[in-house]
């Protein structure tokens, strides 16, 4: 960005002494990255370095471009030349080159463990990876499955870290039966891949299908844009679904998953929904379980319910024992302070579909559904 907005306003040679950083050429004379990114990012991180962006708001890099284009926009030359020299000497480069994947395997862990932290996700890839590299799967085909997990849910998802969180309680590959915490699942993640032999699927590569699978099905439930049904049902499960987002929380995806990967009957899944979302409301309201809490409950309820032959009469007995009663909920209404917010929406649109009998979707605004003469309308009052 420094360089683009330098365009025309310094000499082609402060350009040029910019561009050395980031293009360089092959023995042909032809411009090549010097610096080439994973496979997710790099056609951006390609565009920005060549000058055509192409606008793109679910890429992080084209954000970050926007970002900082608009933040030197209105500097002078010399503000500009100074963040220039400024970044280059506080930001040295080191190539590292290996000549074969067990030493780069060896390398990546030595700076993982004495630098920053990785994240859990580039833990997970690079761990694969290695058992692939072993023998344990085709190297290619379980990258190729793994970027195209993360792409999926990367700009499609928020939180979208919790999938692996989630995937491995549910998983009957990792038999968890309790809640385990944003830290703790890379162990058991690692646990599982380095022994994968001992399990009953075939290597990393069908390890990292399966993955890439729920991945898909995970982000058709966030978003509420299921399809595998007829029109009808869709719609049908995708209001739930978008009615369930409003009241936030990423805990409920475990049960929902699960929902629509072990049951098959169209009805018997928007059963199950409606179910979970009365809970929820219950919950949500009236409850003030823990995050840790109630995600050990939806964990330890999807064990139970993959050994009950009537799924969705056992689930609703087991929300139904833990939901707060009716008495509770009655009270946490009355003394609730409400913000202006999607769930105080959700509130008063269902309050209004049963009041009239009506469906007036989920696109109902608050003004709308109580407006200022609320308690002077006639459809109050009759």
């Not at 890099?61 to 284009?69: C, D, N, P, V």
């Not at 409003?246 to 059963?271: A, C, H, P, V, W």
């Amino acid at each position: 960005m420094i360089r683009e907005r330098l365009r025309g306003d310094v000499l082609n040679s402060t350009v040029e002494g910019i561009n050395k950083y980031l293009i360089d050429k092959d023995p042909d004379g032809n411009r090549e990255q010097n610096l080439i990114l994973n496979t997710l990012d790099n056609e951006t991180f390609r565009q920005i370095i060549n000058g055509n962006v192409v606008s793109n708001e679910e890429s992080k890099l084209w954000q970050a471009a926007e970002y900082y284009a608009d933040k030197i926009q209105d500097l002078t030359v010399s503000e500009i030349k100074n963040i220039r020299d400024k970044v280059l000497q506080a930001m040295p480069g080191v190539l590292i080159e290996t000549y074969d994947e067990d030493s780069a395997f060896l390398l990546f862990e030595t700076l993982n463990d004495r630098g920053l932290e990785l994240s859990n996700v580039g833990s997970m890839k690079n761990t694969l990876l290695e058992a692939a590299d072993a023998g344990d799967g085709d190297y290619e085909s379980v990258r190729e499955n793994w970027e195209n997990t993360v792409s999926e849910l990367r700009y499609d998802v928020d939180r979208y870290e919790k999938f692996f969180q989630h995937y491995v309680m549910l998983s009957p590959i990792f038999d968890i039966n309790d809640s385990i915490s944003e830290r703790t699942v890379l162990d058991y993640f690692e646990r599982v891949v380095r022994n994968i032999h001992e399990y009953e699927i075939l290597g990393t590569e069908a390890f990292t299908e399966d993955i890439y699978k729920k991945t898909s099905i995970y982000r058709t439930i966030v978003n509420a844009s299921i399809s595998r049904y007829t029109d009808s049902t869709n719609n049908k499960i995708n209001d739930i679904l978008s009615r369930l987002r409003n009241f936030g929380s990423t805990q409920k995806r475990i049960l929902m998953l699960y929902i629509f990967t072990r049951i098959d009957n169209e009805s018997s899944i928007i059963r199950a929904l409606l179910i979970v979302e009365s809970y929820d409301v219950r919950k949500g309201l009236a409850s003030d379980e823990t995050e840790n809490t109630v995600t050990q409950f939806y964990s330890t309820t999807c064990s139970t319910l993959a050994q009950s032959d009537h799924q969705v009469d056992f689930l609703q007995s087991e929300l139904v024992i833990r939901a707060p009663s009716d008495d509770d909920f009655e009270t946490a209404m009355m003394r609730k302070t409400f913000a202006r917010s999607d769930r105080i929406r959700y509130i008063l649109t269902r309050y209004e579909q049963t009041l009239m009998s009506g469906d007036q979707g989920n696109e109902e605004q608050i003004e709308h559904i109580a407006p200022r003469s609320a308690f002077t309308a006639n459809k109050y009052t009759n």
